[in-house]
């Protein structure tokens, strides 16, 4: 049976995967270092990292200019009326722009998650911006409060990374019916033409309808011979839901 600890963890991943909006908290610059908070979007990497695509001349741009210390703090709504049961989960880290050489793969991900957003990169002045996280405090709902195993949470490129792309065609071309009964299994969607989007360490995005889904591993997956793992697992587990 799972722990208390442990099904904070699942549920915080989830709506971390799940989600590209949240309220980033910034150290203001020009207002005597009192708290800044703004609306942003975000994708996550294929590890723990929150991305945001930022405008130079956007306020908490400035501020992680000159602090990089923010908090980005993502919410839920909640289906029973009472908006303090919603899920929260805060994450507390360093805002640093991402290197130059690096830039061409966080833009093909980030408009992956966004495609609106690929009209920003026609434009100067906007940069890509990763949260290394080193804190992570989830809220369930009532009493369903802590801070998390940061283990998890800490940047740690995983060995696939460079492989992800030739995964995904492998996924898509030879084994699509694990793609298609994953979805209908979890989110009760049958779709003959979805597709993987994306992997990260903690399980794949399906695009179906133009609507992203995240599935989940039962662990995160750090090696090609993990994700394999945990890949043929689900095919093993939603067998039955083959369209």
């Given at each position: 049976m799972i722990n208390k600890k442990a099904q904070y963890e699942v549920n915080a991943v989830h709506l971390f995967r799940s989600s590209d909006t949240a309220v980033l908290s910034t150290i203001s610059k020009s207002s005597d270092s009192y708290p800044f908070g703004s609306f942003v979007t975000f994708s996550s990497s294929t590890h723990r990292e929150l991305v945001i695509y930022a405008s130079d001349i956007a306020e908490h741009t400035k501020n992680i200019?000159?602090?990089?210390?923010?908090?980005?703090?993502?919410?839920?709504?909640?289906?029973?009326?009472?908006?303090?049961?919603?899920?929260?989960?805060?994450?507390?880290?360093?805002?640093?722009?991402?290197?130059?050489?690096?830039?061409?793969?966080?833009?093909?991900?980030?408009?992956?998650?966004?495609?609106?957003?690929?009209?920003?990169?026609?434009?100067?002045?906007?940069?890509?911006?990763?949260?290394?996280?080193?804190?992570?405090?989830?809220?369930?709902?009532?009493?369903?409060?802590?801070?998390?195993?940061?283990?998890?949470?800490?940047?740690?490129?995983?060995?696939?990374?460079?492989?992800?792309?030739?995964?995904?065609?492998?996924?898509?071309?030879?084994?699509?019916n694990v793609v298609c009964s994953a979805l209908k299994a979890n989110f009760g969607i049958a779709d003959q033409d979805a597709k993987m989007l994306a992997l990260c360490t903690d399980g794949y995005f399906v695009l179906s309808e133009d609507q992203r889904y995240f599935i989940a591993f039962e662990e995160p997956c750090y090696s090609a011979g993990a994700i394999r793992a945990a890949l043929v697992n689900h095919a093993k587990a939603y067998r039955s839901f083959e369209l």
């Open positions: 200019w000159h602090d990089s210390r923010a908090c980005a703090t993502i919410f839920s709504t909640a289906t029973d009326g009472d908006k303090q049961t919603s899920a929260r989960l805060s994450l507390i880290g360093d805002l640093v722009k991402v290197e130059a050489d690096d830039q061409k793969n966080y833009e093909s991900r980030f408009i992956k998650f966004l495609p609106e957003s690929k009209e920003y990169s026609r434009m100067h002045g906007f940069n890509f911006y990763k949260l290394n996280i080193n804190k992570a405090r989830w809220i369930g709902g009532f009493g369903q409060i802590g801070w998390l195993d940061i283990a998890d949470w800490i940047t740690k490129t995983p060995a696939w990374k460079e492989d992800e792309l030739s995964m995904i065609k492998h996924m898509n071309d030879d084994h699509h």
